[in-house]
């Protein structure tokens, strides 16, 4: 729910954080946008998402436009019972998701808003599979500290209205796992902070996957060919009769 706050695009309280994340999320992984890097085209990219629960979205794959899709079709959760951050669950998701990769370089990119108050796995303890299982953590804390413009709805009169309201973002933890699996945290404030982080991290050490495609296809030429060929005895016989070409 803390992905509603409308602080990341200054002076433009129309956005809020998912947007933001979302539009810098595409411009890395395909390099479209101003100021994009050449995007991700060897990498094997999957997603998890997490708010109270963790779910895997999408697997580990090369198809990026798919991918890029998912993400265009992330929600904010509505229920009240489904809301929360729970990091553990979704970092341990992620590794679990890794490692059966080939790739020689495993990273998670970690993003969250808030404080880890859901799930089942503590993000200390996801850490340390992590780091068992050759994962580097590359965590990214996003949003203000203290007070951030929120969208709540009136009950009287049903119009929704912007406020400022206490938000909380857990550095510390989210500093503990990066350090604990040899990767980095990073702050961002705002959207331009955000593409920054993604733009270093794009200068993270990548590996080439390499994806065997089929192509399954019929052939439909013969009647196209026997139909030519039809009529190309028509037009000779008529020659040869009544509708032969006069001088």
């Not at 100021?35 to 085209?41: F, Q, S």
């Not at 969250?112 to 859901?118: A, E, M, Q, R």
């Not at 951030?148 to 909380?168: C, F, H, K, M, N």
Request: proline share 3%; hydrophobic share 40%; aromatic share 6%.
């Amino acid at each position: 729910g803390s992905m509603r706050a409308r602080d990341l695009v200054k002076d433009d309280y129309s956005v809020d954080r998912l947007s933001v994340v979302k539009d810098v999320f595409r411009q890395f992984v395909l390099g479209e946008g101003d100021n994009a890097g050449e995007g991700r085209p060897d990498d094997t990219i999957g997603l998890i998402a997490f708010a109270g629960y963790a779910d895997s979205l999408c697997p580990l794959t090369l198809d990026h436009g798919n991918l890029t899709l998912m993400v265009d079709d992330l929600e904010i959760v509505s229920r009240r019972d489904e809301d929360g951050t729970a990091i553990g669950d979704g970092l341990t998701l992620a590794v679990e998701r890794l490692r059966q990769s080939p790739a020689k370089s495993k990273v998670v990119i970690l993003l969250t808003d808030g404080v880890h108050n859901s799930g089942v796995v503590d993000p200390r303890q996801a850490a340390d599979v992590a780091k068992a299982s050759g994962v580097k953590v590359y965590c990214i804390g996003t949003g203000s500290q203290g007070r951030a413009p929120y969208p709540i709805e009136d009950r009287l009169s049903g119009r929704t209205q912007l406020r400022l309201v206490e938000v909380e973002l857990d550095e510390e933890t989210l500093k503990t796992i990066a350090e604990q699996t040899g990767g980095r945290y990073f702050r961002a404030t705002d959207r331009d902070g955000l593409a920054d982080v993604y733009r270093e991290i794009d200068e993270l050490e990548r590996t080439k996957i390499t994806e065997v495609r089929y192509l399954q296809y019929s052939e439909h030429f013969q009647q196209v060919l026997l139909a030519g060929l039809v009529v190309m005895g028509i037009a000779a016989l008529s020659k040869s009769t009544l509708f032969r070409v006069l001088p």
